[in-house]
């Protein structure tokens, strides 16, 4: 039987799309999958602190065991699609040009060869039986799949336990997602939020809005202003909201597993941490991902490129130097 082996990439919700994917495509060619989680800046927590035991004993492998099993490194995989006849290994790994642009090749190989292994670097979602670019029915069809897989998929107890105790505390609600961090220069302007928000509270007919941002700044805007409004906004705190501590994860999947509870979402359409979310909750067409904006991203640059310029001084240690030290 062919065992596919992916070594997810990124954070979080990439990880969680690369397995989606890897289990989706094991399934529709008969395979079995396995997860070689290895720890990276943005994901720097072991999956025993993320996902429940039962699914780590029977889809997680560690680093050793690929190399002995399979003699599989990631940092030794080849880029792109490349087929090993003679050993019945097939390796994908999209990097720049994306895991789904090399699934019609992948489709080719499998049409006449039927490998041992196929391994498989990746950091997002890709579908085996999808184009290049997949179209709108492709698109749909995946995203079912990946909602069934996401409907099995379980954290551990402590982090199902703390949502569901705050979901249930409220009664429907819509998930408003707030990504800044990494995505800064893809964010919408702040005025196109309020009125897609307000469309979609009125179709879900509730006023009740769960905010999660990695911004805790943009995060309490929001329940200021949605309170000023007649809303109905609640939050959690988790204890750090950047990507490199480990603290967050926990905070982190806990606000993705109540978006995943949500009547519907607006959300960044950069983020797919929000966009995976929104498939999991089953409300992905009643919710409203914001594209951002090319003139908010000529202001964030403008900004950044001031600020830099404003504080070149003191971070060269020119304020306050004799002239001597300059």
């Known amino acids: 039987m062919t065992e596919v082996v992916v070594f997810p990439q990124s ?86 040009r994306g895991e789904q642009s090399l699934m019609p090749g992948l489709r080719q190989i499998l049409q006449t060869e039927k490998p041992d292994t196929i391994a498989m670097v990746a950091g997002g979602k890709f579908d085996l039986h999808g184009d290049s670019v997949l179209t709108g029915p492709q698109a749909s069809s995946f995203r079912r799949n990946r909602q069934a897989f996401y409907e099995e998929l379980r954290f551990t107890s402590s982090i199902e336990d703390s949502a569901a105790r705050a979901a249930t505390q409220h009664g429907p609600f819509v998930g408003l997602h707030l990504r800044y961090s990494d995505r800064s220069l893809e964010a919408p302007w702040r005025h196109r939020i309020w009125p897609s928000l ?71 359409s950069a983020s797919s941490f929000a966009e995976e979310a929104a498939v999991a909750s089953g409300a992905f067409d009643r919710s409203i991902g914001l594209a951002g904006s090319p003139s908010r991203a000529l202001w964030v640059r403008g900004r950044e490129y001031a600020t830099a310029a404003a504080t070149y001084p003191t971070r060269h240690g020119w304020w306050g130097a004799t002239a001597t030290e300059r």
Request: glycine share 4%; with cysteine.
């Open 11 to 96: 954070g979080y919700a990439n990880r969680m799309q690369a397995m989606a994917s890897a289990a989706i495509l094991a399934d529709s060619i008969g395979a079995v999958w396995h997860v070689c989680w290895e720890l990276q800046p943005v994901a720097p927590v072991s999956p025993l602190e993320i996902f429940e035991s039962s699914l780590i004993a029977d889809h997680f492998i560690s680093s050793d065991e690929a190399r002995a099993r399979w003699g599989l490194s990631k940092a030794e995989l080849p880029l792109y699609l490349t087929h090993d006849h003679v050993k019945r290994r097939t390796i994908v790994a999209g990097h720049d």
């Open 198 to 268: 307000r469309g979609v509270l009125e179709l879900a007919d509730t006023e009740a809005v769960f905010i999660a941002s990695d911004s805790a700044r943009e995060r309490d805007r929001w329940v200021t202003r949605l309170n000023d409004r007649g809303m109905s906004p609640w939050t959690i705190h988790p204890e750090s909201v950047d990507r490199s501590n480990p603290l967050s994860a926990a905070g982190a999947l806990v606000d993705w597993r109540i978006l995943t509870r949500s009547s519907a979402m607006v959300y960044f």
